[in-house]
């Protein structure tokens, strides 16, 4: 009997997850696999876990939101060769369980995970050495990930985090930078910059999100222009909601596999959600293919 190991997060969705955890485990034993449960118990600690426990297990499977996700991923590649990541989502927003293709039923996503799903080779990036599943983010807004408060999470889902920004927009100041990006140079005035590899970002569809490729190499980069006029800052926040400014010059967008980030300032980074940290000098950089995760049809 396979042996797989469960690691979820109590506290996503609201706790819902307790719950569910007859029904998903339920689904493992069905589908043949021998299985070890383990309830995260603070920050970092999926991380760790799947970096000390994974090597004893031929799948691990994780539920949470798309923090839970990401921690589990940046143990994993801390090993040498780690096993395929399932994953069942229970936040309020679920960006990568869009990309993956998953159902947002649990007990259904739990079958997809235990093995009708396929576990395929996919990028992760890295900030700085941390990685990221799919986005690392600066500038306007970005900070609202990690600042909005959980209840108006669960409410409102991908809405709070607009809610959220608008709010912000008093206090938006742009970077100026240097951006270097396989052999190009790039200098101008941003409020808003996106390294991504996902169809989704804040439940919203980024520029282009159909030609996004898993495991191409390559991300999808998003730079919103500083605005001229208060007008234009609004139009920049609406950029960022339909991905149809007026001006379309406001909005850079290139593909690109590493990337290096200068400022005169620190430059604050969310990644996957989460505060990713500050750095003058930031390096994007795409793993291909690193991590073998389980993606419905």
């Given at each position: 009997?396979n042996?797989?190991l469960?690691?979820?997060?109590?506290t996503?969705?609201?706790g819902?997850?307790?719950?569910?955890?007859?029904?998903?485990l339920?689904?493992?034993?069905?589908a043949?696999?021998?299985?070890?449960?383990?309830?995260?118990?603070?920050q970092?600690d999926?991380?760790?876990a799947a970096?000390?426990?994974a090597?004893?297990?031929?799948r691990v499977?994780?539920?949470?939101?798309?923090?839970t996700?990401?921690?589990?991923?940046?143990?994993?590649?801390?090993?040498?060769?780690?096993?395929p990541?399932?994953y069942?989502?229970f936040?309020?927003?679920?960006?990568?369980?869009n990309t993956?293709?998953?159902?947002k039923?649990?007990?259904?996503?739990?079958?997809v995970?235990a093995?009708t799903?396929s576990?395929?080779?996919?990028?992760?990036?890295?900030l700085n050495?941390?990685p990221?599943?799919y986005?690392?983010?600066?500038?306007?807004?970005t900070?609202?990930a990690?600042?909005t408060?959980?209840e108006?999470?669960?409410?409102?889902?991908?809405?709070?985090y607009i809610?959220?920004?608008?709010?912000?927009?008093?206090t938006?100041?742009?970077?100026?930078?240097?951006?270097?990006?396989d052999?190009?140079l790039?200098?101008d005035?941003f409020?808003?910059?996106?390294?991504?590899n996902?169809?989704s970002v804040?439940?919203l569809?980024?520029?282009?999100?159909?030609?996004?490729v898993?495991?191409?190499?390559l991300?999808?980069?998003?730079?919103?222009k500083?605005p001229?006029r208060l007008?234009?800052?609004?139009?920049?926040?609406?950029?960022?909601?339909?991905?149809?400014?007026?001006?379309p010059?406001?909005?850079?967008q290139f593909?690109a596999?590493?990337?290096?980030?200068?400022?005169g300032r620190?430059i604050p980074?969310?990644i996957?959600?989460?505060f990713?940290g500050?750095?003058?000098?930031s390096?994007?950089?795409?793993?291909?293919?690193?991590?073998?995760?389980v993606r419905?049809a």
């Open positions: 009997m042996r797989l469960f690691i979820y997060n109590p996503s969705g609201t819902q997850i307790k719950s569910s955890l007859s029904p998903i339920d689904v493992f034993t069905k043949g696999w021998l299985t070890t449960v383990y309830p995260t118990q603070c970092g999926a991380a760790r970096r000390e426990l090597p004893q297990f031929d499977v994780c539920a949470g939101g798309d923090g996700l990401s921690e589990v991923a940046s143990g994993l590649l801390e090993l040498e060769a780690p096993p990541l399932g069942i989502p936040g309020s927003t679920n960006d990568c369980a993956l293709k998953l159902p039923n649990p007990r259904e996503a739990a079958v995970a093995g799903g576990a395929v080779p996919t990028d992760i990036g890295r050495d941390r990221f599943v986005v690392a983010a600066f500038g306007a807004f900070q609202v990690y600042d408060p959980q108006l999470k669960h409410t409102f889902g991908h809405l709070a809610f959220a920004g608008i709010a912000s927009l008093p938006i100041a742009p970077y100026h930078m240097q951006i270097e990006h052999g190009q790039l200098e005035d409020f808003f910059g996106m390294v991504s996902s169809q804040g439940g569809k980024p520029p282009k999100s159909e030609l996004v898993l495991d191409d190499g991300f999808e980069v998003t730079l919103v500083k001229l007008a234009d800052l609004a139009n920049g926040f609406q950029a960022l909601i339909d991905l149809a400014p007026a001006d010059g406001a909005l850079v593909q596999s590493s990337l290096t980030f200068t400022c620190e980074w969310t996957d959600g989460e990713g500050r750095q003058i000098v390096q994007v950089v795409n793993c291909p293919r690193a991590l073998q995760i419905g």
